[in-house]
């Protein structure tokens, strides 16, 4: 009786083993089908560009299309809470941009939280905007124009692309960081806002440099810094509000994010391959012409990118008490 007795318990651990086998298979094998990247915004902005980049070099190296899906909504909320409910296994991933960090304290009542539920895969760039203003503005300059705000508190009109938008809290950490007081004026969108800026109808705006660097570069706006940290290889003469205003910094940033719980075998091939990406020649320059400098980082590294800047944008949030809309 021992014997067969053995048989069947080897019998029976073979089958309780076979559930888990595909799933171990499925992501060592990763990917098997097409998969779908989430942006959370419509076609033709930024965010979107920088999926359809993504998507396409997955797609070319894995044998698999990886598909842009837009899901505009809610600054971005609706996109994000979709991949949130995924199941993690690697065919819905997430855009990740600014938009998450701030909006972790922007909204008081989301259905998800960010750092918890979603799974940094990779850092993908990092973009600079421009503190721009009109031709007619007698500030030529960071100093000058701080000078001229404070001689007129609450009287220069500073566009944004939003409540709660990059442009909105660029701008509110200059405010605080340079001790000065623009009042914002929202549009529904930063093109609008560029719109009254070329026509004075406002008087300063905080940019993203993809959108506004032709108008700079034409005379027809004047660029008096990049926001960044460093100096911007497209406006290497421009200089930094950091210059002026030390320690200040405020950029924009992508990634590839994914649900909780997805198969570490799964994010490090996305890690490799995008790394890949962004030290390929010709990437590396269509990253330029966005404005942007390519930013690899491991997962955990990404994991603690995220976190600081989720923390960075909840202080200016919180000081200026900026609500949704």
Same mark, same amino acid.
């Given at each position: 009786?021992?014997?067969?007795?053995?048989?069947?318990?080897?019998?029976?651990?073979?089958?309780?083993?076979?559930?888990?086998?595909?799933?171990?298979?499925?992501?060592?094998?990763?990917?098997?089908?097409?998969?779908?990247?989430?942006?959370?915004?419509?076609?033709?902005?930024?965010?979107?560009?920088?999926?359809?980049?993504?998507?396409?070099?997955?797609?070319?190296?894995?044998?698999?299309?990886?598909?842009?899906?837009?899901?505009? +909504? #809610?600054?971005?909320?609706?996109?994000?809470?979709?991949?949130?409910?995924?199941?993690?296994?690697?065919?819905?991933?997430?855009?990740?941009?600014?938009?998450?960090?701030?909006?972790?304290?922007?909204?008081?009542?989301?259905?998800?939280?960010?750092?918890?539920?979603?799974?940094?895969?990779? =850092?993908?760039?990092?973009?600079?905007?421009?503190?721009?203003?009109?031709?007619?503005?007698?500030?030529?300059?960071?100093?000058?124009?701080?000078?001229?705000?404070?001689?007129?508190? +609450?009287?220069?009109?500073?566009?944004?692309?939003?409540?709660?938008?990059?442009?909105?809290?660029? +701008?509110?950490?200059?405010?605080?960081?340079?001790?000065?007081?623009?009042?914002?004026?929202?549009?529904?969108?930063? +093109?609008?806002?560029?719109?009254?800026?070329?026509?004075?109808?406002?008087?300063?705006?905080?940019?993203?440099?993809? =959108?506004?660097?032709?108008? #700079?570069?034409?005379?027809?706006?004047?660029?008096?810094?990049?926001?960044?940290?460093?100096?911007?290889?497209?406006?290497?003469?421009?200089?930094?509000?950091?210059?002026?205003?030390?320690?200040?910094?405020?950029?924009?940033?992508?990634?590839?994010?994914?649900?909780?719980?997805?198969?570490?075998?799964?994010?490090?091939?996305?890690?490799?391959?995008?790394?890949?990406?962004?030290?390929?020649?010709?990437?590396?320059?269509?990253?330029?012409?966005?404005?942007?400098?390519?930013?690899?980082?491991?997962?955990?590294?990404?994991?603690?990118?995220?976190?600081?800047?989720?923390?960075?944008?909840?202080?200016?949030?919180?000081?200026?008490?900026?609500?949704?809309?």
């Amino acid at each position: 009786m021992k014997l067969p007795r053995r048989k069947f318990l080897h019998l029976a651990a073979g089958v309780a083993a076979l559930p888990a086998m595909p799933r171990v298979a499925s992501a060592l094998d990763y990917p098997t089908r097409p998969a779908r990247i989430i942006v959370g915004y419509a076609a033709a902005g930024p965010t979107d560009i920088t999926g359809r980049l993504v998507g396409q070099w997955l797609s070319e190296r894995l044998g698999q299309q990886f598909i842009i899906e837009n899901r505009p +909504g #809610a600054g971005s909320n609706v996109g994000t809470e979709l991949v949130v409910r995924a199941t993690p296994d690697g065919y819905t991933l997430l855009l990740v941009n600014t938009a998450n960090a701030i909006n972790a304290t922007l909204y008081d009542k989301l259905n998800f939280n960010f750092i918890r539920d979603i799974a940094p895969v990779a =850092s993908i760039m990092r973009t600079n905007s421009l503190m721009l203003v009109n031709p007619s503005s007698p500030a030529k300059t960071v100093p000058e124009f701080i000078a001229y705000a404070k001689a007129n508190p +609450g009287k220069i009109n500073m566009a944004t692309a939003g409540v709660g938008s990059p442009p909105h809290v660029y +701008g509110a950490l200059f405010n605080a960081m340079a001790g000065v007081d623009l009042t914002p004026v929202h549009y529904r969108g930063g +093109g609008l806002g560029l719109v009254d800026l070329l026509g004075g109808q406002v008087q300063v705006m905080f940019e993203g440099i993809t =959108s506004s660097i032709e108008y #700079a570069r034409a005379g027809k706006l004047r660029a008096l810094a990049v926001t960044s940290a460093t100096r911007s290889a497209a406006l290497p003469d421009i200089p930094t509000v950091g210059e002026f205003v030390p320690g200040y910094e405020a950029s924009g940033w992508f990634g590839l994010g994914a649900p909780k719980n997805t198969p570490a075998q799964i994010i490090d091939t996305l890690n490799r391959e995008i790394d890949a990406e962004l030290a390929d020649p010709a990437m590396k320059a269509r990253i330029a012409d966005l404005g942007g400098s390519p930013t690899p980082m491991t997962p955990a590294e990404f994991a603690k990118f995220i976190a600081d800047e989720t923390e960075k944008w909840g202080k200016v949030i919180r000081a200026a008490n900026i609500k949704p809309e």
